[in-house]
């Protein structure tokens, strides 16, 4: 049964700092990794979408890494900000189901 | 502008009360699906829809109806609402079941 794990559960970082989120699964069958970010109480706005056959997608100071053989995918967030501060999930797409970690809380000090 | 709409967002109902929390996309997209989400457990998928009148369960089934009549409605079913129901629930839609997902704003829904 796929098992995504995310470490850290969370992560406080002065501004500026560069960070790297961790996503972990366990079968390596499958078609997409997606990240997203969740404010508190909010919806889940879509991060990156990397593809099974991509090795990395990067979306302004965001960088996302995908190692299918390893079943390791890494978040980089470069130059952190405040505003960066919510819940970052990643999700492993395979068959007709999405499999999610239970996300890295991340906050950001000014 | 896409769109996931969800209604309500925001329900307080008591144990047993029929009710039905709505999904509308305007993407186009075949595939469908909701989540609930709760605190330690995370997201967990309830059902998911290929395409219209094809509709299969996910993790957690029990105690949740769905139909798919129309493309861009994907409704949630409760029959009889309890209390272990209570939790955020988010409507997903996608190209297909591995393309990118997007989700709904969320309903919270509080089962007393």
């Known amino acids: 049964k796929q098992e995504v794990t995310q470490i850290p559960a969370a992560l406080s970082v002065p501004e500026g700092e560069n960070l790297v989120l961790n996503c972990s699964f366990t079968?390596?069958?499958?078609?997409?990794l997606q990240w997203f970010r969740q404010d508190p109480g909010k919806g889940l706005t879509s991060l990156l979408l990397?593809?099974?056959?991509?090795r990395e997608q990067t979306s302004g100071r965001l960088n996302a890494s995908l190692d299918k053989s390893s079943g390791r995918s890494t978040l980089y967030i470069a130059a952190s900000q405040p505003g960066d501060s919510a819940t970052y999930l990643c999700?492993?797409?395979?068959?007709?189901?999405?499999?999610f970690g239970a996300g890295t809380r991340l906050t950001v000090k000014p | 502008e896409a769109q996931v709409t969800q209604n309500p967002r925001y329900l307080i109902t008591v144990t047993g009360k029929k009710l039905t929390v709505t999904c509308s996309q305007n993407?186009?997209?075949?595939?469908m699906s909701w989540y609930r989400q709760d605190p330690g457990l995370g997201l967990r998928q309830i059902y998911y829809?290929?395409?219209?009148?094809?509709?299969d369960k996910g993790d957690v089934p029990e105690g949740y109806k769905v139909s798919r009549k129309e493309k861009r409605n994907f409704p949630l079913i409760l029959e009889s609402p309890s209390p272990n129901q209570t939790s955020l629930y988010f409507c997903?839609?996608?190209?297909?079941?591995?393309?990118?997902?997007?989700f709904g704003p969320g309903t919270r829904l509080t089962v007393l």
């Open positions: 997903a839609t996608s190209g297909s079941s591995y393309n990118e997902q997007f």
């Open positions: 079968d390596s069958a499958i078609y997409n």
């Open positions: 990397i593809q099974s056959s991509q």
């Open positions: 999700a492993v797409i395979f068959d007709n189901d999405m499999r």
């Open positions: 993407m186009n997209h075949e595939y």
């Open positions: 829809s290929m395409n219209v009148e094809v509709t």
